[in-house]
């Protein structure tokens, strides 16, 4: 059974920086990316960013492009997501994604909070 471990939320002043990460205990799919999203207070929740599981390819929503950047560690699957010049806007609780089987495993979110 596929489970996810997120960690590194916090609070955090606009224009620094964070780093979240997501360990994948189990077996996920290897053929779908792992995948970060975010949903922030009274809106859906929306794609952030996505790594291939060779960690060949990387995938960045626009709203991210340039101050995000996302790594993977094939020796204990796990997943990162640096944020680096966060803005008031990327407050919202993040959450990471893998395949497993034919169902989507979801880690409990983690609260970023980017304060003024």
């Known amino acids: 059974q596929v489970q996810l471990y997120v960690s590194g939320g916090g609070l955090v002043q606009a224009r620094n920086s964070l780093r979240l990460s997501c360990q994948a205990s189990?077996?996920?799919?290897?053929?779908?990316?792992m995948v970060w999203f975010r949903q922030a207070p009274g809106k859906e929740r929306e794609f952030v960013a996505a790594i291939t599981w060779n960690g060949d390819n990387t995938f960045f929503a626009d709203y991210v492009k340039g101050r995000f950047s996302i790594t993977r560690e094939k020796v204990g699957n796990t997943m990162y997501l640096q944020m680096n010049s966060l803005k008031l806007e990327d407050t919202a609780v993040y959450y990471c994604?893998?395949?497993?089987?034919?169902?989507?495993?979801w880690g409990r979110g983690t609260q970023v909070t980017v304060s003024s």
């Open positions: 189990g077996r996920p799919a290897s053929t779908f990316p």
């Open positions: 994604r893998v395949r497993s089987g034919i169902a989507y495993v």
